[in-house]
């Protein structure tokens, strides 16, 4: 698992530095979390990828059309190289690494807050602009609501879990 971690992180930086100098940052992120996010609902394609019988030549003539389709050429061209050298398993990993890269250069951080009861939009945004005030990045409210939480917010932001 130590390895996979490491291996997806290279990935990840990897792919940083192809795009960063173009500004597609955000655009990848979304791209790539969207990939991930289909591959994870599909358990039919991710038990394919995964499976050790499919030969290379058979997961590209099933992928590379899927990637072609993407808007970033660099992204679809990533992923068939991820694809080929064997590692589109660690794609959960690589997409969470570059998720968290991507938002560090975009001085962004993404917030998950949970209350009793459903936050106004006026409340949502006084929330928002004392958060990006203490952490001095942008922040990506996540709200829900969970009856459990006897009053007041539950906020993490950035591995920081704030309780108030």
């Not at 660099?74 to 959960?92: C, D, S």
Request: aromatic residues 4%; hydrophobic residues 50%; proline residues 4%.
């Amino acid at each position: 698992m130590k390895h996979s971690v490491r291996a997806a992180r290279r990935y990840a930086r990897a792919l940083m530095q192809l795009v960063e100098h173009d500004h597609d940052v955000a655009p990848t992120d979304a791209a790539l979390t969207a990939v991930e996010q289909f591959l994870d609902e599909n358990e039919e394609v991710h038990a394919f990828i995964v499976n050790p019988a499919v030969d290379r030549h058979t997961r590209h003539a099933a992928l590379d059309p899927v990637f072609d389709k993407l808007d970033s050429p660099v992204l679809a061209k990533f992923l068939k190289v991820v694809l080929e050298a064997g590692r589109l398993a660690l794609l959960p990993w690589i997409a969470s690494e570059f998720h968290t890269m991507a938002l560090e250069r975009l001085n962004q951080a993404d917030a998950e807050v949970v209350s009793a009861v459903p936050l106004s939009s006026a409340q949502q945004e006084r929330l928002v602009k004392a958060l990006a005030a203490q952490f001095g990045k942008q922040i990506r409210l996540r709200a829900s609501v969970d009856p459990a939480v006897i009053g007041g917010l539950r906020v993490a932001v950035a591995g920081t879990l704030l309780d108030g």
